[in-house]
């Protein structure tokens, strides 16, 4: 099942969090994805990431997060705990960065 058929499935009858987690339960995205996905403002999205982090881990689960990557240097944001893409490199203070995308894992 692709995810555009997961969203459309959900649209109708889910609350937009639901929707987000039936989204990162069938794989990786990032925020931009998401947002597009369930038509809601980014900046929404990302407290809808923050919330459902907190559910799952009250579940015993977690919310995996692929890191953002300086696209000039190669720097990966490892340590880096927000949900928001970093703006720019400590490294070579490059803005070419890529967005962080998150998943539920065994969903």
């Keep these: 099942m692709n995810t555009i058929s997961v969203v459309r499935k959900m ?5 937009t969090r639901r929707q987000i987690r039936a989204l990162l339960e069938v794989g990786p995205h990032t925020a931009k994805e998401i947002s597009s996905a369930v ?17 799952l881990h009250s579940e015993g689960r977690q919310l995996d ?27 070579c203070k490059g803005e070419a960065i890529s967005d962080p995308s998150f998943r539920v894992p065994g969903g």
């Design 11 to 15: 649209e109708e009858r889910e609350t």
């Design 39 to 55: 038509h809601r403002p980014e900046k929404e999205v990302e407290n809808h990431l923050e919330h459902l982090r907190k559910s």
């Design 65 to 91: 997060q692929v890191p953002a990557e300086c696209r000039r240097c190669g720097f990966v944001f490892r340590k880096r705990d927000r949900l928001k893409a970093p703006s720019r490199c400590p490294i």
